[in-house]
Protein backbone atom coordinates (compact mmCIF):
# COMPACT_ATOMS: atom_id res chain seq x y z
CA UNK A 1 0.00 0.00 0.00
CA UNK A 2 1.20 3.48 -0.58
CA UNK A 3 1.70 5.10 2.40
CA UNK A 4 2.33 9.02 3.56
CA UNK A 5 5.62 10.07 1.71
CA UNK A 6 4.64 7.58 -1.37
CA UNK A 7 0.89 9.85 -1.70
CA UNK A 8 2.72 12.96 -1.17
CA UNK A 9 4.98 12.37 -4.35
CA UNK A 10 1.61 11.49 -6.30
CA UNK A 11 0.42 14.41 -5.17
CA UNK A 12 3.16 16.72 -6.34
CA UNK A 13 3.71 14.95 -9.40
CA UNK A 14 0.03 15.14 -10.00
CA UNK A 15 -0.81 18.58 -9.20
CA UNK A 16 1.46 20.46 -12.34
CA UNK A 17 -0.92 17.60 -14.54
CA UNK A 18 -3.84 18.49 -13.43
CA UNK A 19 -4.18 22.12 -11.73
CA UNK A 20 -5.58 24.75 -13.56
CA UNK A 21 -7.48 22.44 -15.89
CA UNK A 22 -10.95 21.62 -16.61
CA UNK A 23 -12.93 18.65 -16.67
CA UNK A 24 -14.33 18.19 -20.23
CA UNK A 25 -15.23 14.52 -19.71
CA UNK A 26 -15.38 11.56 -17.18
CA UNK A 27 -15.60 7.89 -17.90
CA UNK A 28 -16.01 5.39 -15.53
CA UNK A 29 -14.96 1.73 -16.57
CA UNK A 30 -15.22 0.29 -12.96
CA UNK A 31 -18.27 1.91 -11.13
CA UNK A 32 -17.61 0.47 -7.81
CA UNK A 33 -14.50 2.54 -7.38
CA UNK A 34 -17.01 5.61 -7.10
CA UNK A 35 -18.26 6.05 -3.54
CA UNK A 36 -22.08 7.08 -4.02
CA UNK A 37 -23.95 7.11 -7.53
CA UNK A 38 -21.05 7.09 -10.55
CA UNK A 39 -23.93 8.96 -12.77
CA UNK A 40 -24.12 11.81 -10.45
CA UNK A 41 -20.14 11.64 -10.06
CA UNK A 42 -19.50 11.80 -13.62
CA UNK A 43 -21.90 14.79 -13.64
CA UNK A 44 -20.89 16.81 -10.54
CA UNK A 45 -17.49 16.69 -12.15
CA UNK A 46 -17.92 17.79 -16.01
CA UNK A 47 -17.20 21.20 -16.42
CA UNK A 48 -15.02 21.35 -13.11
CA UNK A 49 -11.66 23.35 -12.63
CA UNK A 50 -8.87 21.42 -10.50
CA UNK A 51 -8.11 24.61 -8.30
CA UNK A 52 -5.22 22.39 -6.44
CA UNK A 53 -4.42 19.32 -4.98
CA UNK A 54 -4.10 18.70 -0.92
CA UNK A 55 -3.21 15.20 1.09
CA UNK A 56 -3.90 14.38 4.23
CA UNK A 57 -2.38 11.47 5.44
CA UNK A 58 -3.29 8.54 2.75
CA UNK A 59 -5.77 10.79 1.29
CA UNK A 60 -5.13 13.24 -1.58
CA UNK A 61 -7.73 15.77 -1.49
CA UNK A 62 -8.21 17.48 -5.15
CA UNK A 63 -10.01 20.90 -4.61
CA UNK A 64 -12.45 21.88 -7.41
CA UNK A 65 -14.16 24.60 -8.45
CA UNK A 66 -17.79 25.26 -6.99
CA UNK A 67 -16.59 24.37 -3.51
CA UNK A 68 -16.00 20.28 -4.43
CA UNK A 69 -13.31 18.12 -3.61
CA UNK A 70 -12.59 14.77 -5.06
CA UNK A 71 -11.29 12.66 -1.80
CA UNK A 72 -9.03 9.69 -3.41
CA UNK A 73 -7.57 6.18 -1.61
CA UNK A 74 -5.50 4.82 -3.58
CA UNK A 75 -5.27 1.58 -0.73
CA UNK A 76 -3.14 -1.45 -2.23
CA UNK A 77 -1.89 -0.86 -5.36
CA UNK A 78 -4.05 2.69 -7.08
CA UNK A 79 -1.85 4.91 -9.24
CA UNK A 80 -2.40 8.09 -11.92
CA UNK A 81 -1.02 8.84 -15.31
CA UNK A 82 -1.28 11.35 -17.23
CA UNK A 83 -1.90 10.17 -21.30
CA UNK A 84 -4.55 11.44 -23.82
CA UNK A 85 -8.22 10.59 -24.90
CA UNK A 86 -7.58 8.63 -28.24
CA UNK A 87 -4.69 6.66 -26.51
CA UNK A 88 -6.12 2.61 -25.68
CA UNK A 89 -7.38 1.73 -22.36
CA UNK A 90 -5.27 -0.64 -20.57
CA UNK A 91 -6.26 -3.60 -18.36
CA UNK A 92 -6.73 -2.20 -15.18
CA UNK A 93 -7.15 1.22 -16.03
CA UNK A 94 -11.13 2.27 -14.41
CA UNK A 95 -11.77 5.96 -14.73
CA UNK A 96 -10.85 8.38 -16.78
CA UNK A 97 -10.69 12.47 -16.62
CA UNK A 98 -10.38 14.34 -19.84
CA UNK A 99 -9.76 17.66 -20.10
CA UNK A 100 -10.24 20.86 -22.66
CA UNK A 101 -6.96 20.85 -23.47
CA UNK A 102 -6.96 17.55 -24.66
CA UNK A 103 -4.98 15.85 -22.27
CA UNK A 104 -6.16 12.67 -19.72
CA UNK A 105 -5.38 11.53 -16.61
CA UNK A 106 -6.49 7.48 -15.84
CA UNK A 107 -6.35 5.99 -12.76
CA UNK A 108 -5.34 2.31 -12.89
CA UNK A 109 -5.61 0.20 -10.00
CA UNK A 110 -4.85 -4.18 -10.20
CA UNK A 111 -6.65 -4.77 -6.95
CA UNK A 112 -9.80 -2.22 -7.67
CA UNK A 113 -9.73 -1.58 -4.06
CA UNK A 114 -9.06 1.95 -4.47
CA UNK A 115 -11.60 4.82 -3.55
CA UNK A 116 -13.19 7.91 -4.86
CA UNK A 117 -15.59 10.06 -2.59
CA UNK A 118 -16.85 13.37 -4.05
CA UNK A 119 -17.85 15.78 -0.97
CA UNK A 120 -18.56 19.15 -1.23
CA UNK A 121 -15.40 21.18 0.70
CA UNK A 122 -14.78 21.10 3.99
CA UNK A 123 -17.00 18.65 5.02
CA UNK A 124 -13.64 16.05 4.11
CA UNK A 125 -13.36 15.06 8.22
CA UNK A 126 -17.18 14.27 8.89
CA UNK A 127 -17.82 12.08 5.25
CA UNK A 128 -15.00 10.30 4.46
CA UNK A 129 -12.24 8.22 6.09
CA UNK A 130 -10.42 11.16 6.75
CA UNK A 131 -12.58 11.98 10.13
CA UNK A 132 -10.75 8.80 12.01
CA UNK A 133 -7.38 10.00 11.53
CA UNK A 134 -5.19 11.04 14.04
CA UNK A 135 -2.57 13.72 13.62
CA UNK A 136 0.22 13.69 10.39
CA UNK A 137 4.10 13.30 11.73
CA UNK A 138 5.53 16.63 11.81
CA UNK A 139 3.07 18.64 12.76
CA UNK A 140 2.59 20.73 16.17
CA UNK A 141 -0.65 17.91 16.90
CA UNK A 142 2.12 15.08 16.83
CA UNK A 143 4.04 16.37 19.75
CA UNK A 144 5.61 13.87 22.12
CA UNK A 145 3.05 14.55 25.00
CA UNK A 146 0.39 13.89 22.74
CA UNK A 147 2.44 10.60 21.35
CA UNK A 148 2.92 9.43 24.91
CA UNK A 149 -0.50 10.01 26.47
CA UNK A 150 -2.02 8.21 23.58
CA UNK A 151 0.47 5.31 23.48
CA UNK A 152 0.16 4.81 27.53
CA UNK A 153 -3.66 4.38 26.54
CA UNK A 154 -3.45 1.18 24.19
CA UNK A 155 -3.42 -2.38 25.53
CA UNK A 156 -2.19 -3.56 21.88
CA UNK A 157 1.07 -4.00 20.78
CA UNK A 158 2.65 -1.02 19.34
CA UNK A 159 3.20 -2.23 15.76
CA UNK A 160 -1.00 -2.75 15.56
CA UNK A 161 -1.15 0.71 17.12
CA UNK A 162 0.68 2.26 14.64
CA UNK A 163 -0.57 1.26 11.72
CA UNK A 164 -4.02 1.85 12.94
CA UNK A 165 -3.74 5.58 11.85
CA UNK A 166 -5.79 7.14 15.32
CA UNK A 167 -2.84 7.95 16.83
CA UNK A 168 -0.30 9.08 13.99
CA UNK A 169 -1.61 8.62 10.10
CA UNK A 170 0.40 8.33 7.27
CA UNK A 171 2.68 5.05 8.09
CA UNK A 172 1.66 1.55 6.96
CA UNK A 173 4.36 -1.44 7.27
CA UNK A 174 7.27 -0.37 5.84
CA UNK A 175 8.22 2.25 8.10
CA UNK A 176 6.45 1.04 11.14
CA UNK A 177 9.16 -1.66 10.59
CA UNK A 178 11.61 0.56 9.73
CA UNK A 179 11.47 3.25 12.58
CA UNK A 180 10.87 0.14 15.53
CA UNK A 181 14.30 -0.70 14.25
CA UNK A 182 15.82 2.66 14.36
CA UNK A 183 14.12 3.23 17.61
CA UNK A 184 15.33 -0.13 19.01
CA UNK A 185 11.87 -1.30 20.41
CA UNK A 186 10.26 -4.97 19.06
CA UNK A 187 6.98 -4.69 17.45
CA UNK A 188 5.10 -6.93 19.92
CA UNK A 189 5.90 -4.68 22.86
CA UNK A 190 3.12 -3.21 24.35
CA UNK A 191 2.51 0.35 23.75
CA UNK A 192 1.50 1.33 27.13
CA UNK A 193 4.45 -0.29 28.49
CA UNK A 194 7.38 1.63 26.53
CA UNK A 195 8.85 4.27 28.37
CA UNK A 196 8.98 7.71 28.14
CA UNK A 197 12.57 7.63 26.87
CA UNK A 198 11.77 5.03 24.26
CA UNK A 199 8.69 7.06 22.73
CA UNK A 200 10.83 10.52 22.28
CA UNK A 201 13.47 8.53 20.52
CA UNK A 202 10.29 6.52 17.93
CA UNK A 203 8.22 9.95 18.05
CA UNK A 204 11.84 11.54 16.75
CA UNK A 205 12.22 8.85 14.16
CA UNK A 206 8.80 8.76 12.93
CA UNK A 207 9.18 12.34 12.18
CA UNK A 208 12.48 12.46 10.58
CA UNK A 209 11.92 9.07 8.61
CA UNK A 210 8.49 10.19 6.81
CA UNK A 211 10.52 13.33 6.49
CA UNK A 212 13.70 11.78 4.34
CA UNK A 213 11.48 9.44 2.69
CA UNK A 214 9.36 12.27 1.06
CA UNK A 215 12.47 14.05 0.24
CA UNK A 216 13.48 10.67 -1.74
CA UNK A 217 9.90 10.35 -3.56
CA UNK A 218 8.49 7.53 -1.59
CA UNK A 219 9.78 3.61 -1.35
CA UNK A 220 9.50 1.56 -4.70
CA UNK A 221 9.00 -2.23 -3.53
CA UNK A 222 6.64 -3.81 -5.15
CA UNK A 223 4.42 -1.89 -8.01
CA UNK A 224 4.62 2.30 -6.42
CA UNK A 225 5.18 4.63 -9.45
CA UNK A 226 4.67 8.50 -9.56
CA UNK A 227 2.35 10.39 -11.25
CA UNK A 228 5.13 10.64 -13.57
CA UNK A 229 5.86 7.08 -14.23
CA UNK A 230 9.19 7.14 -11.85
CA UNK A 231 9.82 5.42 -9.01
CA UNK A 232 10.85 6.07 -5.61
CA UNK A 233 14.42 6.07 -3.98
CA UNK A 234 14.12 5.55 -0.35
CA UNK A 235 14.20 1.68 -0.94
CA UNK A 236 18.04 2.30 -0.84
CA UNK A 237 17.81 3.38 2.71
CA UNK A 238 15.65 0.22 4.33
CA UNK A 239 17.07 -1.26 6.72
CA UNK A 240 14.90 -4.19 7.83
CA UNK A 241 11.95 -4.11 5.54
CA UNK A 242 12.37 -6.80 3.19
CA UNK A 243 15.73 -8.07 4.78
CA UNK A 244 14.58 -11.52 6.91
CA UNK A 245 17.09 -13.76 7.20
CA UNK A 246 20.16 -11.28 6.75
CA UNK A 247 22.64 -9.55 9.82
CA UNK A 248 21.18 -6.81 11.28
CA UNK A 249 23.09 -3.67 10.26
CA UNK A 250 23.68 -2.97 13.99
CA UNK A 251 24.42 -5.71 16.07
CA UNK A 252 24.83 -8.29 13.06
CA UNK A 253 22.29 -11.04 14.58
CA UNK A 254 20.33 -12.33 12.21
CA UNK A 255 16.72 -10.67 11.54
CA UNK A 256 13.59 -12.55 12.16
CA UNK A 257 10.08 -12.21 10.17
CA UNK A 258 6.93 -12.89 12.06
CA UNK A 259 3.07 -12.29 11.46
CA UNK A 260 1.95 -9.62 13.57
CA UNK A 261 -1.96 -9.17 12.74
CA UNK A 262 -1.69 -10.73 9.02
CA UNK A 263 0.90 -8.34 8.19
CA UNK A 264 4.94 -9.08 7.38
CA UNK A 265 7.24 -7.97 10.20
CA UNK A 266 10.92 -8.03 10.27
CA UNK A 267 12.80 -7.36 13.45
CA UNK A 268 16.02 -7.94 15.03
CA UNK A 269 15.38 -10.16 17.93
CA UNK A 270 18.36 -9.06 20.08
CA UNK A 271 18.79 -5.29 20.10
CA UNK A 272 14.81 -4.31 19.58
CA UNK A 273 13.91 -4.64 23.51
CA UNK A 274 10.13 -6.05 24.60
CA UNK A 275 8.36 -4.03 26.71
CA UNK A 276 5.59 -5.88 28.12
Given at each position: ???????????????????????????????????????????????????????????????????????????MEGKYRITTAA??????????????????????????????????????????????????????????????????????????????????????????????????????????????????????????????????????????????????????????????????????????????????????????????
Open positions: MPEMPEVETVRRTLSPLMQGKIIKEVTVWYPKIIVGDSNAFIQKLTGKKVLKIDRYGKYLLIRLSDDLTLVSHLRAPKEKHEHIQFIFTDGSAIRYDDVRKFGRMHLVETGTERQTTGIRHLGPEPNTDEFSVEYFYQKLAKKKKNIKNTLLDQTIVCGLGNIYVDEVLWQSKIAPLSSAQRIPYDAVVKLHHNINQTIAEAIEKNGTTVHSFLNAAGKTGDYQNELKVYGRAGQECLRCKTILEKIKVNGRGTTYCPNCQVLYK
